[in-house]
């Protein structure tokens, strides 16, 4: 989703059975504030084919926010469940980025393959009480800094395979066993993990920035669990 001085909604059309995208044509077509994108990987290397390595996302955003002046993105799995978001906008407009923390509070390094941060001139050490943030849910302003200091790194690192995955990660297997809690759980976040990473830098470390604590969203499983529980109370 797209903020500038006109709303413009934009869908990517990355994996979506004919109905689904069928369902969205229809509601693109009563507006004109709507758009359905298909998302050409041919132009770009063969691993972001990979959808579980969500190497396209900074690259949507790139492309997107080169042509608004703000970007609001959002998963597919993900629900609004806020009907006021200008606390979130005002915050993202002070430092042009905003995003939420991690609902489990760990640290960047938990969830980061360690091979990554080589690739940013850092190390794990750094991010060790650096608190990881979503990549599920952003706003992000078009400004210089965000341009130069976040997007570009962002999407050189998801160009390149051995930098947004790194040979042995994986996001599944998790064990946090280890402690302290600070230390690698053998889970990668892929484009999440190569954010943060640029977050801590570009902010130094000050996570106040560009963190907005506002319920906003919901998952698609939270969704269908409430509906479920609304419907089950209203038969009774």
């Known amino acids: 989703m797209c903020t500038s001085s006109v709303i413009m909604v934009i869908t990517h059309n990355f994996s979506l059975g004919k109905f689904v995208n069928f369902k969205l044509k229809l509601v693109c077509n009563f507006t004109s504030s709507c758009e359905i994108r298909k998302f050409k990987f041919e132009d770009f290397p063969s691993h972001v084919t990979d959808l579980d390595i969500k190497a396209y996302k900074p690259v949507c955003i790139q492309i997107i926010l080169k042509q608004h002046q703000a970007v609001f993105w959002s998963d597919a799995n993900r629900y609004f469940v806020a009907s006021n978001i200008d606390g979130a906008i005002k915050h993202a407009q002070k ?48 400004t210089q800094v965000i341009q130069d200091q976040l997007m570009l790194p962002w999407v ?61 969203f919901g998952t698609r499983e939270r969704f269908f669990n409430l509906t479920r529980t609304i419907k089950s109370v209203s038969k009774s």
Not at 104 to 127: A, I, Q, R, V
Not at 167 to 189: D, E, L
């Open 95 to 142: 430092t042009g980025f905003s995003a939420w923390t991690l609902d489990s509070k760990d640290s960047t390094s938990t969830l980061t393959h360690p091979k990554m941060f080589g690739f940013f001139n850092t190390k794990p050490e750094d991010y060790h009480f650096h608190r990881m943030v979503e990549a599920n849910n952003l706003i992000l302003y078009n």
């Open 156 to 216: 050189q690192c998801a160009l390149v395979k051995d930098c947004v995955a790194p040979y042995g990660a994986q996001a599944t297997g998790c064990s946090f066993i280890y402690k302290p809690r600070y230390k690698y759980s053998g889970c990668h976040r892929y484009e999440m993990s190569g954010l943060n990473i640029i977050l801590g830098q570009v902010f130094k470390q000050n996570e106040s920035q560009y963190t907005v604590d506002d319920v906003m």
